[in-house]
């Protein structure tokens, strides 16, 4: 695909666009208005000379001396801007000829038309007029037609100069604007090119640089604030990278130095069978706690990039966490932990994602729950959503942890000692089920209990119809 055009050569060609439209839109009225002013003086010239000569022949007598008419139209036309005359009788002869210009050739409009007013343009072999012709009645051989011309080649001259000039002017404008609109572009796009610049200075080691807003002009503010949010998102997930490397390398240490000091101790000397067997149970302990722990990481990773496969079925949680309940009771019986179900429901999703869900929050649960009290599983239906709540008594979460406790490798206990809570991928991976199942879910906690909300899509009831074609 060709790579489209330069904004500077797109807003140049615009401005040499509208600067070509502009001069020849207003050099076509100038010469409107130029030719309409040459007419109207013509027009006013020919009709002055037309009204006198109506006059002297509605006054002229058959036994008039005809070099007395000759000179009487002479005087008539002195004082104008030499005009030419012709007048003939009715009988086609000609009565005056003010010069030798032939106007007895000027074509005659229709006999109707006569008794008005006729301008028109006629032109010979050497020149341009613009005549004016029309029959009047005489007291004698009448009715008489006049002819009246006037030379319009000075006219003509100044409009061809003045097209050729508004032609010159045309295409100087279109280079002058080319030009200026080159350089007003370039220097208008100075601010942008700026920003380019910081843009292309920041690095990973600057991500918290932000642009000023205020600074731009006001085309570029919203620009400027969606890459601040922009560079805002990147510093965030360089973060999390940054510390889910360093969380990685820190849950994989633990097992590996361990493994590496039984197995140091194991062979510092000679041991029989039953110390080496215990040994080796000690080393799966650690082997299956680095796989559980790189196959919670797998899952993430998958499900960060929407890989995973998710069937979907009608479940129905009461039977489900029924199931939990019962692969519990021994764990929560050794830790004098009861579990209860309220509610009951249906949702559609995965079932082996789901039941990994709500296994991990239910052990978070028993895990954190004091003796003698009592986990609660709340079942809920609102606005065509499914509600499951997980609630357990115990000591108040600090509210600075609540935002993070979703987070990957994250552990409310800051010393990060080995306390049996897993990796801490647990709550991570629920929060990505919920998602992945286009659900939410949020946690509260105060000084009696903490509760896990999760928030899923109701079951899409088919219609009757639906359901009958689906039993034939």
């Known amino acids: 695909m060709a790579r489209p055009t330069s904004l500077t050569l797109r807003l140049t060609l615009l401005f040499c666009a509208v600067a070509t439209v502009v001069f020849l839109a207003f050099g076509w009225i100038i010469e409107r208005s130029i030719d309409e002013h040459f007419k109207a003086q013509d027009s006013k ?9 109506k006059q002297s022949l509605a006054t002229l007598q058959t036994n008039d001396n005809l070099g007395a008419i000759k000179q009487r139209f002479d005087d008539m036309l002195v004082g104008h801007h030499n005009p030419l005359l012709y007048i003939s009788d009715g009988s086609g002869n000609p009565l005056y000829i003010s010069s030798d210009v032939d106007l007895s050739q000027v074509p005659l409009p229709h006999s109707n038309h006569l008794s008005h007013s006729n301008i028109q343009q006629w032109s010979n072999d ?5 005549v004016l012709i029309q029959q009047v009645t005489g007291r004698s051989n009448g009715p008489y037609t006049i002819i009246i011309a006037v030379a319009i080649d000075f006219h003509l001259q100044f409009l061809s100069h003045f097209r050729h000039t508004l032609w010159l002017m045309v295409v100087g404008g279109i280079l002058i604007m080319g030009v200026m609109g080159w350089i007003a572009v370039r220097h208008g796009h100075k601010p942008l090119h700026n920003i380019v610049d910081q843009i292309s200075r920041i690095s990973a080691n600057e991500l918290n640089s932000r642009l000023t807003p205020e600074a731009v002009p006001a ?18 997930a360089f973060n999390r990278l940054t510390n889910f490397s360093a969380d990685i390398a820190h849950e994989l240490r633990t097992p590996v130095t361990n493994l590496m ?7 510092s000397q000679s041991r029989n069978a039953d110390e080496y067997q215990e040994i080796l149970y000690s080393n799966m302990e650690e082997y299956e706690r680095m796989a559980q722990m790189i196959g919670d990481m797998l899952f993430l990773a998958k499900a960060d990039n929407a890989q995973h496969a998710s069937s979907s079925e009608i479940i129905d949680l009461k039977s489900e966490i029924g199931n939990l309940f019962d692969y519990y009771e021994a764990w929560a019986e050794e830790n004098r932990v009861a579990l209860k179900l309220d509610g009951n429901a249906q949702v559609q999703g995965d079932r082996l994602m789901l039941r990994r869900t709500l296994s991990n929050l239910l052990s978070n649960a028993i895990r954190h729950t004091p003796q003698n009290n009592i986990v609660t599983v709340q079942l809920s239906t609102e606005n065509n959503r499914i509600n499951i709540t997980v609630k357990n008594p115990g000591t108040a979460i600090p509210a600075e942890h609540l935002p993070k406790l ?12 080995r306390s049996g809570e897993g990796a801490g991928l647990g709550l991570a991976i629920v929060k990505s089920i919920v998602e992945a199942h286009g659900g939410t879910i949020v946690v509260s906690s105060d000084e009696t209990s903490t509760a896990f909300k999760i928030s899923l899509p109701g079951v899409i009831k088919q219609s009757s119809r639906t359901r009958h074609d689906d039993s034939v």
Do not use: C, G, I
């Open 45 to 53: 010239e020919l009709n002055v000379v037309a009204q006198a000569v």
């Open 126 to 130: 050497k020149h341009h007029y613009r």
């Open 261 to 267: 000091t039984q197995t140091q101790v194991a062979l």
């Open 406 to 417: 979703f987070d990957r490798f994250y552990r409310t206990d800051p010393s990060r000692q």
């Open 219 to 236: 085309e570029l503010t919203d620009l400027a604030a969606s890459f601040n949010a922009l560079l805002q998102r990147l510093e965030e």
